[in-house]
């Protein structure tokens, strides 16, 4: 969705360009230039390639530092540089102008988009914070930024609205990575309910209700319903290339809430329609853990059948004494654990996601030892196929390790030759 919001971004400098110089030709009947300065500023005006303008304005500040119309004339500097697509030229621009202009939203908006894309790329933690921090400081100067002297009222109110999204969404970036969620929420709902529209086409907008559902995921403790019915919104109108990221988050939510996927196309239904939950749409929520390890436990004869994703949920929150009542109906014996995710692997041991909460946020929940030392590891992310046998477990975080684990080498397919005889 980038080029959406680039192109969303170059909109906005077009509108305040248009505002800047009709600001500009209402006021030229002050500005007082000699003949000389005149004649560098029409020659610049009237160029008719933009890198050609851009030059030839850059060339008239550099002779008139002090011109009556820096502004206006950087403003389009500014704009010029971002429709070449030039990131350094349009931020030193963009500097320029805050310079002389701090309440500038067309250069703020530009050093918000340019500078976070900067920062997302960095790897070290701590510098890839600072950037954000940074960011975050030019988008809250844009909320913070004052009417120009001469912009009508309501032109300024519809320019707020197309650039504050840009802001919020920046300040609520900086917040995840601090994991402020609090904060990311209360920034994220301001902007999708500022922007409503944006949220069911490709746009920034539309990537941060997916954004703000990830942010009631990653509470302490998770709000899956919110999670379920902001991600099931941003599922609803998204790409189709980005449906596959989204969805799973969506349904694995609404399970964590609900209990199942039962009913989940009524959320998906009314999500649709609505970018924020009714106050009369209802979902039930899920027995309580204590609730549901005792039936299970009531309404198993043999605790060794139950399902995986059951015992797993007794051993991790169950009482001691019906975590160890389960894993002793299976400890010893062997089990084949198919399509289960690689999380890190040695050649004595592998460590695997198997559990839908596991495979969500990449971490093992399995621990598998193997027979005789591995000759290939799989990569981290592979899904394999895995034997092993029960042999011990910790609650608090839940992990099960398993003894004698080998792969399973899948079989080479069967070749069939049907030979002709010819009589």
């Given amino acids: 969705m980038k080029k959406v919001v680039l192109a969303s971004l170059l909109a906005v400098a077009g509108a305040v360009l248009s505002a800047s110089l009709t600001y500009a030709q209402q006021s030229s009947g002050s500005i007082q230039m000699s003949q000389a300065e005149y004649a560098a500023y029409n020659k610049a005006n009237t160029e008719t390639t933009a890198a050609g303008k851009v030059a030839a304005f850059e060339a008239y500040l550099k002779a008139y530092p002090k011109s009556a119309v820096k502004d206006d004339v950087l403003n389009q500097i500014l704009f010029l540089d971002s429709q070449l697509g030039d990131q350094t030229a349009t931020l030193n621009a963009a500097d320029q102008l805050l310079a002389i202009d701090p309440n500038n ?27 954000l921090d940074k960011v975050a400081t030019y988008a809250q100067e844009g ?13 300024f109110a519809t320019l707020k609205s197309r650039t504050d999204p840009t802001f919020l969404s920046a300040i609520a970036d900086d917040d995840m990575a601090k994991k402020d969620n609090a904060d990311a929420i209360k920034v994220l709902n301001q902007e999708i309910n500022g922007d409503a529209e944006d949220t069911t086409k490709p746009s920034q907008t539309l990537q941060d209700v997916y954004i703000l559902a990830q942010a009631y995921y990653t509470e302490t403790p998770p709000d899956y319903l919110n999670c379920a019915w902001y991600a099931t919104r941003a599922a609803s109108y998204a790409p189709a290339a980005y449906k596959t990221t989204i969805e799973p988050l969506a349904e694995y939510c609404y399970k964590k809430y609900h ?16 970018l924020n939950p009714p106050a009369d749409f209802k979902v039930t ?17 043999d605790l060794a059948t139950l399902a995986i994703s059951d015992r797993e949920f007794v051993l991790q929150y169950g009482t001691p004494a019906d975590a160890e009542k389960v894993f002793d109906a299976v400890k010893g014996k062997e089990v084949q654990l198919p399509g289960v995710t690689v999380v890190s692997a040695t050649a004595d041991s592998i460590q695997v996601a198997v559990s839908d909460d596991a495979v969500q946020s990449k971490t093992a929940d399995f621990t598998f030892n193997m027979k005789t030392p591995l000759k290939t590891l799989p990569s981290v992310g592979d899904t394999i196929t895995i034997n092993g046998t029960y042999d011990s477990y910790t609650q608090k975080p839940l992990m099960i390790t398993m003894t004698n684990s080998y792969i399973e080498v899948p079989k080479p397919a069967v070749h069939h030759y049907h030979h002709r005889v010819s009589h």
């Fill in 285 to 301: 929520p899920a027995p309580k853990p204590e609730d549901v390890i005792t039936n299970l436990i009531n309404t198993t004869p």
């Fill in 259 to 274: 209990g199942s996927i039962d009913g989940y196309p009524a959320m998906q239904t009314a999500a649709q329609a609505s």
């Fill in 143 to 155: 909320l913070n930024a004052k009417k120009p002297a001469g912009m009508a009222d309501a032109d």
């Fill in 105 to 131: 939203l067309r250069a703020l908006t530009f050093e918000v988009y340019y500078r976070r894309a900067d920062a997302d790329k960095l790897t070290d933690p701590a510098a890839k914070q600072a950037a």
